[in-house]
């Protein structure tokens, strides 16, 4: 289907470090399928890599509330709160 396709494309997208493309895949997807918890964790990894801690973890807790049982998505959202919290100690 249309999602899983849009989602593919972004994952190539990812891979190839392009992330502003690969961001408006998983959102295409997710347009496409808002029950789709996929496309919203792999645009918080892209968040999350780009350092938008706030948007990753909106991302992540999304994944959570469609699949509470996604256990990647639990572990991102921990580490994209440690990272911000860091970065907001060391004051950038």
Do not use: H, W
């Amino acid at each position: 289907d249309l999602a899983t396709a849009l989602n593919e494309r972004g994952q190539v997208r990812y891979l190839r470090v392009e992330f502003a493309a690969a961001v408006q895949d998983f959102t295409a997807a997710i347009e496409c399928q808002p029950g789709f918890e996929v496309p919203y964790y792999n645009r918080g990894l892209v968040r999350y890599r780009l350092g938008d801690f706030d948007e990753a973890m909106k991302d992540f807790r999304k994944v959570l509330e469609l699949n509470p049982q996604f256990e990647d998505a639990a572990l991102s959202l921990k580490q994209a709160i440690l990272d911000k919290e860091e970065k907001q100690k060391r004051g950038y």
